[in-house]
């Protein structure tokens, strides 16, 4: 369920004219829709209501910061993975008590900034980074709240790129060995051993690797217990699948999800942690683009527009499909054309869509890459000098600009001339 619809012929997203932005700031940009997202925060919220549960917003799937603060005005925490996005997550209003730290390479000054804010938690990834957090701790004599990331080895069956719980992956630390580097933790000046934590992947459809994976945190649960030590919290990862094309998924999946957290570690008595990024924002954003060419080659045609590669990276790195959609409703007897829809980059990766089954487009129409709200405008750069790409908020019937389009003048000011090439 998303609020991007057409009326009377033309895209909306909520009450907003699609064309009406693109006439207004240019393309390409990014549009998220304020009554999405919230609608997919207050679903995935109600099916764990009476749990004792914090909902962290992964900020990686999308950290502009009224994107986050949208999502803070509904009650959500963060989940951050960088002094960046830490930073981002204070930005926009979370409170530090409602921030989560996750990733791997956690460096001395990130620690250091997040236990100065006074963060909710850290999630330890490695042994090394349990010491080098206890020496951070210990110098500023304070105790850093931490839960351990456990790698579970369980595969999420999704794609290889963005599977995190197997033992061959670089996250967590593995959960044969969990329960000696727990009872180490707890023995440490610096270190206040709070809890698990435990994430398997991303754009996960099948709900079973969930339910193995938290079977597996129920036993070390148990097993940390058994020593006389203590488990308060749990902090469950993100990871739910969204639709992208016709695949049927419906947000429903949700309470089946809930069901099976209920079912594996719903008696424990902790506070539980969810750290969803993409079932949040993903279908709360289209990339809008427009057609520059469209190039009839012997064998192929191509839908030339003006996103790219380093706009919307998924398609190329992960092989991943959106949708494709004219942003002015085609008659129903309208030309439909097989083509690769293209960026203007110079290579060969880079492609929006291939093979792909559109209404014969022509220079100059309006697109929408649907399903680009999460791990696209995050992951976009400025490769070929192009702008990095502008970003829009719709409420309702109105939008704002969150943040405008960096152009090659602001790039360029950012670089420095040595004396000897003046
Ligand atoms: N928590 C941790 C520790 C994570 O590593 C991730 C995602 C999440 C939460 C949020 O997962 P979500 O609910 O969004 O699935 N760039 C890739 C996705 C990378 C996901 C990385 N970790 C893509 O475009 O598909």
Redesign the pocket.
């Known amino acids: 369920m998303d609020y991007f619809e057409y009326k009377n012929g033309d895209l909306y997203a909520e009450d907003v004219k699609l064309g009406d932005i693109a006439d207004e700031i240019g393309t390409p940009f990014y549009a998220y829709s304020t009554a999405t997202m919230t609608r997919h925060y207050q679903v995935f919220a109600d099916a764990l209501r009476g749990m004792n549960a914090l909902v962290c917003f992964?900020l990686?799937?999308n950290s502009n910061v009224a994107v986050m603060r949208t999502l803070a005005r509904l009650g959500a925490g963060a989940?951050v993975?960088s002094g960046g996005e830490l930073t981002r997550a204070l930005k926009a209003g979370v409170p530090a008590a409602k921030i989560i730290f996750?990733?791997v390479g956690k460096t001395d000054s990130e620690i250091a900034l997040a236990l100065d804010v006074g963060i909710r938690q850290i999630?330890v990834e490695s042994v090394p980074e349990l010491e080098a957090i206890d020496r951070i701790a210990t110098a500023k004599g304070v105790k850093a709240p931490i839960a351990l990331?456990i790698n579970p080895d369980i595969d999420a069956g999704t794609?290889a790129?963005?599977t995190?719980g197997k033992l061959e992956n670089k996250?967590g630390i593995e959960w044969t060995v969990a329960h000696e580097v727990y009872a180490r933790a707890s023995k440490m000046d610096g270190i206040n051993a709070k809890g698990l934590?435990v994430?398997i992947?991303?754009?996960?459809h099948d709900m079973e690797p969930f339910r193995k994976a938290y079977e597996r945190m129920g036993d070390l649960v148990a097993m940390i217990r058994k020593d006389g030590l203590t488990v308060e919290t749990l902090d469950l990862?993100?990871?739910?699948?969204i639709p992208y094309g016709d695949e049927a998924h419906p947000i429903a999946g949700v309470e089946d999800y809930a069901r099976i957290v209920r079912e594996t570690v719903g008696d424990l008595g902790v506070e539980y942690i969810f750290?969803?990024?993409?079932?949040?924002v993903?279908n709360a954003g289209v990339l809008a683009t427009k057609v520059i060419y469209v190039k009839e080659g012997s064998t192929k045609t191509f839908v030339i527009v003006d996103a790219a590669m380093n706009d919307l990276?998924?398609p190329t790195?992960?092989g991943?499909h959106h949708e494709i959609v004219p942003a002015r409703e085609p008659a129903s007897d309208a030309e439909s054309i097989e083509a690769d829809v293209v960026g203007p980059v110079c290579e060969t990766g880079d492609v929006l869509a291939k093979g792909k089954t559109i209404v014969r487009p022509r220079a100059g129409d309006l697109l929408a890459v649907r399903t680009a709200g999460?791990?696209?405008a995050?992951?976009s750069s400025t490769y070929n000098s192009r702008a990095l790409v502008a970003e829009v908020l719709v409420d309702g019937d109105r939008f704002h600009v969150i943040r405008p389009r960096v152009g090659i003048e602001q790039m360029i000011a950012l670089e420095s001339m040595p004396n000897w090439l003046d």
Not at 201 to 204: C, M, Y
Request: hydrophobic share 35%; aromatic share 10%.
């Open positions: 992964a990686k799937a989940d993975v996750s990733g999630n990331r794609h790129k963005i995190t996250f934590a994430h992947g991303s754009q996960l990862g993100g990871g739910f699948g750290e969803p990024g993409r079932m949040i993903g990276i998924r790195l992960y991943a999460a791990y696209g995050v992951q």
